[in-house]
């Protein structure tokens, strides 16, 4: 490295480091050497989407830093720490702005019979369009459930569940008719949950079996799989979806605004976090 290169290296180091310690951000703190630089750079280039005009290096030397670039500064430090690359960070960037677009259209969605996980008193409502055969869907619904319940969302989210089966995946229609069984037997988390954990042991034969292990009566569920009103409230659970614009699972929705961001379960409770914060404002 030349005398030059070697004096805008740490010129940018410095830069960074001064944003980052006035703001008390930790997880920046802690990056050195080419990770430091490649925040700094993202930093010094990406705009918040609210709360500041400024990018988000310059927010975050204002006397009162906002909440946001605070929050997405941290978020960038994690990444770049993980190894992410510029490109990668900066569309999750994008595609996180694009689900708190406060212009968004609302979805409208009916929420009676469903059973929610985590408290009641919660400011976020996280709704979610699955398919019981999805393979993703039975990763991240299983981790989003205990986040709600027992983890960074507790008494900040409640999760909502709405089958949306999906031609492209065998039996979904069956996997949905038996959550929806569930339901209304009071026993929906419980046999979803198992059914995801046993997602590779799947087998229509096995779903009646599998409620009379989660405390269901065996006869009664299999008259709720095989009876009209459970499949018209697939149907129309299916039907919702596709008028709130769902064509693949699982699709979320944050306080009824449509989440196109990455599906990892960390980004997920980042932005939950994220609007828990806006709806106390």
């Given at each position: 490295m030349n005398r030059f290169a070697f004096v805008g290296f740490v010129f940018a180091v410095f830069v960074f480091t001064s944003a980052a310690v006035q703001a008390g951000l930790p997880e920046c703190d802690k990056l050195t050497g080419e990770k430091k630089v490649l925040a700094e750079k993202i930093l010094n280039s990406v705009h918040p989407y609210s709360c500041c005009d400024e990018t988000i290096s310059k927010c975050?030397?204002?006397?009162?830093?906002?909440?946001?670039?605070?929050?997405?500064?941290?978020?960038?430090?994690?990444?770049?720490?993980?190894?992410?690359?510029?490109?990668?960070?900066?569309?999750?960037?994008?595609?996180?702005?694009?689900?708190?677009?406060?212009?968004?259209?609302?979805?409208?969605?009916?929420?009676?019979?469903?059973?929610?996980?985590?408290?009641?008193?919660?400011?976020?409502?996280?709704?979610?369009?699955a398919c019981a055969r999805c393979p993703f869907c039975s990763k991240i619904i299983p981790a989003l459930q205990k986040e709600v319940t027992n983890g960074r969302l507790k008494g900040k989210a409640q999760l909502f569940f709405k089958p949306f089966p999906l031609k492209s995946h065998d039996y979904s229609k069956e996997g949905g008719l038996a959550m929806v069984a569930a339901s209304d037997l009071g026993k929906f988390w419980e046999f979803t949950l198992y059914m995801y954990e046993h997602f590779d042991m799947f087998c229509v034969d096995k779903l009646a079996d599998w409620a009379e292990m989660q405390g269901m009566d065996k006869e009664k569920f299999r008259q709720l799989m095989a009876d009209a009103n459970t499949r018209n409230a697939l149907v129309e659970s299916k039907r919702e979806g596709l008028a709130n614009g769902v064509k693949a699972t699982p699709q979320l929705f944050i306080n009824n605004k449509m989440y196109t961001g990455f599906l990892d379960i960390d980004e997920i409770v980042d932005i939950t976090l994220e609007e828990a914060e806006n709806s106390s404002k």
């Open positions: 975050l030397k204002k006397k009162n830093p906002c909440a946001l670039a605070e929050r997405l500064a941290r978020r960038v430090c994690r990444l770049v720490a993980k190894g992410e690359s510029e490109d990668k960070i900066n569309r999750r960037l994008q595609k996180r702005a694009e689900s708190m677009n406060s212009y968004q259209k609302k979805a409208t969605i009916n929420l009676a019979g469903t059973v929610p996980a985590g408290d009641v008193n919660a400011p976020v409502k996280v709704v979610v369009y």
